[in-house]
C-alpha cells in the first residue's frame, strides 16, 4: 500500500531536513496543517501574541546562528501584521524565511476567505516571493528558499502556503525532499585576479579603511573582521546603525573617516548612512573600492556618489568568502601602524564627563542605567538594544561582545521578540535588553510568549515618558513651545509584566538600579526593570565640543 503525505507533510519534512528547530508563529485558519504536521516532524514552535513578533524572532535567529530563522503566520491579515517586521530584516542583512496562509488556490478570484495578493505585497521587503503551487513541490519550494536567503546579500524570503496545497495528499513517492546541500548558499567567490587588486590598493594606501556591512556584527563577522584587520595591519569596522557615521558606538569615528585615501566597502551600501561618500563626510579625493554582492547595490553607489572615477574597483563576490580570500593575501610589511590607532582611539572615545554622570535621587542619566547593565553583562551575554535617544546612550554606554540593534532600516519595537529569539539561541547566556518606553509598548504582550516558553530574558526600559526621537526634532526645528504629541504617561511597565506572570522593579533614583537589575537576574523570570529616566537628546560622540548634542542622523 502506497504511503500518502500531506504538502504540509512534505513542507515540514523539508524544514527539518534543513535544520530547523524552531517555528516562530501564530496560529490562523490557514496553517493549522502545517502545525500538526510539526508533531512528527519535531519542530518547535514558538508561539507569540502578534504575527510582526514572529518575524522580528526568525530575524533575530538568523543574525545569530547564521542559519535562517523561521515565521510562520496565517494569511489574509496575519500576513499584513508581519510584514512591517521583514524591512528590519531586509535591511539587516538577516536570512530568514516567512511562511505565510494562503486562500486555496482552486478558489482563487472568487472573494474567497482572506483572499489577497500576499506575494506582491511582500515583494518590495523581501529577496524573493512566491506562491507555492503544488503539494509535491513544497519540499523545492523550501529549499529553494533557503538558498537565496543565504546567498549573496542575505536576505528574507517569503512562500504564500495556499490551504489546499498544504491538504492535498499525494504519494510519498512523489514527494521530493531535497538533500541538505540543496539548502545551502550558491557560493560566488571573490575572482582572485580583482582580490589581488583589491589587496594591492590597501597596502599602497597610507590611511586605509574597511568598513563592514550589518553581516559582519556577530560573532562569526567579528572574528573576520578582526583576521583582516591583522592581515592588512589596517582598521576595520562594521557599520550597522542608521546613525552610520554619526552612530554613538562608533565613538568619534566621524572626525578621523575625512582623514582616509582608500575606503573598503565590505558588503556596506554606500549610502546616508556613510552620507553617499561625499565631502565633508569624507575627503573629496578619497577613493573607493566595492566588494558587494549585488548587482544593483554597485550601481546605486555610482549615483549616490556623483562621481564614479573615485569609484576605483568593484567586485561582485560573497563578502564573507571575499573577506577569507583578502586575509590570506594580507601583508603588513612597510605598514605604519599608527594610523590604525588613530582609527582605534576614536572609536574607543567616550567623553570622560560621562564618568561622573549620575548618581541622582531623581530621573536617572541614561548614562547611568548603561554603565550598570555593563556592569553586571557577563562576557558571553547577549545585549539587545533598541529605541530612539535612549537607545542611541545604551549602544554608545555599552560595549558587549554579542548585540543585537534595529539595524539601518532605523525601525524601532524589535527589542523583546529579539531578547526571546536569542535566549533560543543561547540558552546558557544572560540576555538584557534595554529599550525606550516607546519601543516597549510594540511588543509588551510577549512578555506572556517570554512565561509561556520559560525565556529569563531582562528588559531595562529606559522611561522618560516620551518619543523622545521625535520630540527632539521638533525641539530642535520648531522650538520646544511647538512641541505636540509625543507625550506618554509614565507607565508602570514593571507591573505589567507582572501581572503577565514575570518579574518587575521600578527604579525612581539611582541607588536602586543596581540591586533591581540583579534582583531580576537573579529571578529567573522574564523581567522588567523601569527606570525613570530624564528626557536628553542622543549623545553626539565628539573630541572637539560638550558631551550631549541634537538628535538625527
Known amino acids: 500500500m502506497t504511503t500518502q503525505l500531506r504538502g504540509a507533510d512534505a513542507l515540514a519534512q523539508a524544514l527539518a531536513r534543513a535544520g530547523t528547530r524552531y517555528l516562530f508563529s501564530l496560529s490562523g485558519n490557514q496553517i493549522m496543517p502545517v502545525y500538526d504536521a510539526a ?54 542583512d538577516s536570512p530568514l524565511v516567512f511562511l505565510s496562509g494562503h486562500a486555496p488556490l482552486n478558489q482563487l478570484g472568487t472573494d474567497a476567505f482572506q483572499e489577497m495578493r500576499q506575494a506582491d505585497m511582500a515583494a518590495p521587503v523581501v529577496k524573493a516571493s512566491w506562491t507555492a503551487q503544488s503539494a509535491a513541490g513544497l519540499g523545492a519550494d523550501i529549499a529553494r528558499a533557503f538558498n537565496i536567503a543565504l546567498s549573496g546579500r542575505p536576505g528574507p524570503v517569503h512562500i504564500s502556503l495556499p490551504f489546499d496545497v498544504l491538504e492535498t495528499k499525494v504519494d510519498a513517492t512523489q514527494v521530493v525532499v531535497p538533500p541538505a546541500s540543496a539548502f545551502e548558499a550558491t557560493p560566488a567567490d571573490l575572482d582572485e585576479k580583482i582580490a589581488r587588486e583589491i589587496a594591492a590598493k590597501i597596502s599602497a594606501a597610507k590611511r586605509p579603511l574597511v568598513i563592514a556591512g550589518p553581516s559582519f556584527a556577530n560573532d562569526a563577522g567579528q572574528s573576520l573582521r578582526a583576521k583582516l584587520s591583522e592581515a592588512f595591519g589596517v582598521p576595520v569596522v562594521c557599520m550597522e546603525s542608521p546613525r552610520g557615521v554619526n552612530d554613538p558606538a562608533l565613538g568619534a569615528l ?17 549610502d546616508f548612512t556613510l552620507r553617499f561618500g561625499r565631502a565633508p563626510a569624507f575627503a573629496a579625493n578619497c577613493a573607493f573600492v566595492q566588494i558587494d554582492p549585488d548587482q544593483e547595490s554597485l550601481q546605486r553607489a555610482a549615483k549616490a556618489l556623483g562621481e564614479p572615477g573615485r569609484i576605483v574597483l568593484s567586485a561582485i563576490a560573497d563578502p564573507v568568502r571575499a573577506a577569507r580570500k583578502l586575509t590570506a593575501l594580507g601583508n603588513t610589511t612597510g605598514r605604519d601602524l599608527g594610523w590604525s590607532q588613530e582609527v582605534a582611539a576614536a572609536t574607543r572615545y567616550r567623553p570622560l564627563e560621562w564618568d561622573s554622570l549620575g548618581n541622582t535621587d531623581g530621573p536617572l542619566h541614561p548614562v547611568e542605567v548603561g554603565r550598570s547593565v555593563g556592569a553586571a553583562a557577563k562576557n558571553d551575554d547577549v545585549l539587545v538594544i533598541d529605541g530612539g535617544e535612549f537607545g542611541q546612550w545604551a549602544q554608545a554606554c555599552v560595549e558587549p561582545k554579542t548585540r543585537l540593534i534595529n539595524g539601518p532600516g532605523g525601525s ?24 525606550g518606553d516607546g519601543t516597549f509598548g510594540f511588543h509588551m504582550a510577549e512578555f506572556d510568549t517570554a512565561v509561556r516558553h520559560g525565556l529569563p530574558i531582562v528588559a531595562v526600559v529606559g522611561n522618560d515618558a516620551c518619543w523622545n526621537a521625535e520630540h527632539q526634532i521638533q525641539i530642535n526645528t520648531y522650538g520646544r513651545s511647538r512641541t505636540f504629541g509625543c507625550e506618554l504617561l509614565p507607565a508602570r511597565y514593571d507591573q505589567a509584566v507582572a501581572g503577565l506572570g514575570g518579574f518587575g522593579a521600578l527604579v525612581q533614583k539611582s541607588a536602586e538600579l543596581r540591586p533591581a537589575l540583579q534582583s531580576a537576574l537573579n529571578s529567573g523570570k522574564p523581567s522588567c526593570v523601569n527606570v525613570l529616566i530624564e528626557r536628553l537628546p542622543a549623545p553626539v560622540v565628539t573630541r572637539k565640543s560638550a558631551p550631549t548634542g541634537p538628535s538625527g542622523h
Open 39 to 92: 508533531i512528527d516532524a519535531k519542530l518547535d514552535i514558538i508561539h507569540v501574541r502578534h504575527e510582526g513578533a514572529a518575524v522580528h524572532m526568525a530575524d533575530a535567529w538568523g543574525r545569530l546562528t547564521g542559519t535562517p530563522g523561521i515565521a510562520l503566520v496565517t494569511g489574509g491579515p496575519g500576513h499584513a501584521n508581519a510584514i512591517g517586521a521583514l524591512y528590519t530584516a531586509l535591511s539587516s
Open 254 to 270: 566621524a572626525e578621523v573617516l575625512k582623514e582616509a585615501d582608500l575606503v573598503v566597502l565590505l558588503a556596506k551600501k554606500l
Open 412 to 435: 524601532i519595537g524589535s527589542a523583546l521578540p529579539f531578547a526571546l529569539a536569542a535566549k533560543l539561541a543561547r540558552p546558557q547566556s544572560q540576555v538584557i535588553a534595554l529599550l
